[in-house]
């Protein structure tokens, strides 16, 4: 066995590995900012290209489609050729997904052909990003490959919006100006990424090809844990972006494109503030294989649903702002429960593909303002939400139901 002291010798020889998961982090900063940038600024292409409410919805949704086949790319390719290369190779496809978004003043076509490079694009930054950060942050002790991962995404996607608003309704240019910004930070992620250290293990590539899915998730923790939790991560905050500013606002003033980006950066901003007490019960159950900590954040997220039933009742920039903000806290506590969950479940050599996973189901949270919007014609949207929250609430129900049973994290 190598000696403690022969591995510190080597590791320092190739390159220094303290301080390196920032690059990665920058580029999934970037790449968080690039999914949401277009949060207001749909707002303004519903007006310059008279865009019906179906046409805004499936512009808007067809980002979940390419985020598909980036998580299993992202996951499943990266643990086996690298984590750097699809890094690289996929932060400068970012580059040309905004440049193509930036046609979309021009037309509709545009408009889909971005968003939906847009979504590949962040699936496989997202996935093989998380699973670089984790493999270097170990120096950074249990759990901080989680929470630097958790806090990029969620600064990322709380910034995108609150930059882009207010430089779409008040700067020049404004279906331009707003997307300049990503290009500038892709690019400084393009031009540090090169500088990482690459984690895969020597003789990786060569290894036979994985099956369908990660035995990983056989465990019976992945079942009665992440799986039920996975879809309230932006199943939650998702209404900040979509339910609120159309139906609890009232009228905005001349804050105009600008609020719907203020409201999303408000509830991310929540998320990111709620990280810390979300890692810390996951921290103090962790011995005893808990789900207080699940529990927690599917609370926060049935409260946030009520509050956001209560502001389509009484719309209002102040009830939007409270719905929203109570919405972000418990996405922001699903989120890095799910990864710390995730990243203690899943054997080394899957690590990518069982954090894609979790954001698949994570992302499957997006239908829900989908689903409202089938069911609200019947109901209304307070009814509607009111039923989201008893959702939410029987997940939670059920979760501590199956945590009474003791629950490993290996497979059955």
Known sequence: MEAPHCRKLRRDRNSPVRGQWRWPVLAMFAAGYGANQFVPLLALYRRTLALSDAEATAVFG???????????????VSDRRGRRPVMLAF??????????????????????AGRLLTGVVSGTVFTAGTAWVKELSDEGGSGSGARRAALSLTAGFGVGPLVAGPLAQWGPAP???????????????????PRTRETLPPGSAGQP???????????????????????????????????????????????????????AAGALAAGMLSQPLGRRLHENGAARRGTAAAMTGLGIVAAGCAAAAFATAFPGIATAMIAALILGAGYGICLIVGLREVEQIAAPEELGAVIALFYSLAYSGLAVPYLLALISPATGYPQALLFTAAAAALTLAAVFLTGRQRCRPGPN
Do not use: D, E, K, N
Request: glycine share 14%.
């Open 209 to 263: 090809r994985a099956p369908v899915l990660p035995t990983s998730v056989s465990s019976a923790r992945f079942r009665r844990v992440v799986v039920p939790l996975g879809p309230w991560v932006f199943g939650s905050v998702t209404l900040a972006f979509t339910t609120l500013p159309g139906h609890a606002t009232g009228p905005t003033g001349a804050l105009g494109v600008a609020f719907p980006g203020l409201l």
């Open 62 to 76: 067809v980002y979940a489609l390419g985020l598909i086949p980036g998580l299993i790319f992202g996951g499943r």
């Open 91 to 112: 932060t400068a496809l970012s580059l040309l997904a905004t440049a193509v978004l930036i046609t979309g003043q021009w037309g509709v076509a545009g408009l889909y």
């Open 175 to 193: 279906q331009v100006l707003p997307y300049v910004v990503h290009l500038a930070l892709a690019g400084a992620a393009l031009v540090m990424l």
